[in-house]
């Protein structure tokens, strides 16, 4: 150890013992020594800091907490101190500094007095990003009410974006991607046309349901079904489970007879949708069972040159249906197109079944001849089972 770490280890201590017995003004002096010199100390600043602030020197506390970031930018606990020293002043940059801070929370367990000032700092986080969202709200309030249901829903998100209450998702196919093609969670019905006439047919697509479950040789199988020694990663747990079945009606191009014959009216209204159609790849459509319970973990889709459609047929309480940053909850009859592509997940927290009929559909941003290249290359690629539900 050299002398002049000894040397600071000494001033520190002394000022460490100062500080003890009361005697802050002693330990003040002693820490303004230490920083002097080694001022990559970031312990001794916010010692220094603490010090100040005891003394009611607010000024020369934020400078001490100052000197703790020159010597490292993203330390979490100096970038607190100085949030709450901001709160001090009155500064209107305090909320924004509370922010920053809690960005940099390590994910170990604190201790009890830390993790109080973290309370009180998510506390005056959220004051501050509540008063700048009613803030930003009331000042777009003209444009969103002009706006159609759907632009003013991208406007919410856009300020959500903005005040860091939601992120941007993308598009991440795991297979396909096509250039170019707008990027929505949930896609605008409007776009749709035949979602009225699909939504009409609710009741006879659950009565569907309900005799393709009663058929003695129907097929219920498990959704996701990879063979042994594939890794699984964040479907280890539903591998082979009963936790998500499927009654499959069109597979990956083929029509599943064994549930189909027993669902006129399901496939009628299927036949009348755009759906995709490529050899050993596409359309798929499956009334999909949720248990009490389950969760499926959040995951992308295979190509962002089809979107899938959801109409829910029985749902109970608890169900909830996350696409990116939104959150919906699924009612019966009520159909919704989502990219599938971007990260989504589902859970059904109830203590009864859950059942879906999901389907695939192009993306309506594709043209005709789009369509075509689509289907020549996943077809000439050999996409077998790749763009499956």
């Not at 010090?51 to 907490?65: L, V, W």
């Not at 009612?331 to 009929?357: K, P, Q, Y």
């Amino acid at each position: 150890m050299t002398g002049e770490a000894r040397s600071i280890q000494t001033i520190v201590a002394e000022a460490d013992r100062c500080a003890t017995r009361g005697d802050v003004a002693a330990a003040r002096l002693l820490l303004d020594e230490a920083v002097k010199l080694k001022p990559d100390d970031v312990d001794s600043w916010l010692k220094l800091a603490s010090m100040c602030r005891a003394a009611g020197d607010i000024e020369a506390a934020m400078r001490a907490a100052s000197g703790a970031l020159n010597a490292e930018p993203l330390h979490f606990v100096a970038l607190l101190l100085r949030a709450s020293l901001l709160e001090r002043q009155g500064s209107s940059e305090a909320g924004e500094a509370y922010g920053r801070a809690l960005a940099q929370r390590p994910d170990a367990a604190l201790p009890p007095q830390l993790a109080a000032m973290v309370g009180r700092a998510t506390e005056r986080y959220r004051t501050h990003i509540a008063r700048n969202e009613a803030h930003l709200a009331a000042a777009m309030t003209d444009a969103e009410q002009a706006a159609s249901p759907d632009e003013a829903a991208r406007m919410k998100r856009f300020r959500t974006n903005t005040l860091r209450l939601t992120r941007a998702y993308h598009a991440e196919p795991t297979h396909y991607h096509y250039p170019g093609l707008s990027e929505r969670e949930f896609h605008d019905r409007t776009l749709f046309a035949w979602l009225p006439q699909l939504e009409a047919a609710t009741d006879a697509i659950a009565a569907d349901f309900e005799r393709v479950m009663s058929a003695e040789r129907a097929e219920l199988v498990p959704y996701i079904q990879y063979p042994d020694g594939v890794p699984l990663r964040q479907w280890k747990a539903l591998n082979h489970s009963s936790e998500w079945t499927a009654i499959h009606l069109l597979q990956n191009g083929r029509r599943i007879d064994a549930n189909a014959r027993h669902c006129e009216a399901t496939m009628a209204v299927l036949s009348t949708i755009p759906q995709p159609r490529i050899p050993n790849c596409s359309p798929n459509a499956m009334f999909s069972l949720l248990a009490p319970g389950a969760h499926i973990p959040p995951h992308h889709g295979v190509a962002n040159t089809r979107l899938v459609c959801h109409l829910p047929l029985i749902v109970p309480d608890g169900c909830s249906f996350r696409v990116g940053a939104e959150t919906r909850c699924w009612r019966r009859g009520e159909a919704f197109v989502f990219d599938d592509t971007i990260e989504h997940e589902a859970a059904n927290e109830s203590g009864m079944l859950r059942v879906v009929l999901i389907f695939d559909l192009w993306h309506p941003g594709l043209a005709p001849i789009e369509r075509e290249a689509v289907t020549i290359l996943m077809t000439t690629h050999g996409a077998g089972g790749d763009g499956a539900l």
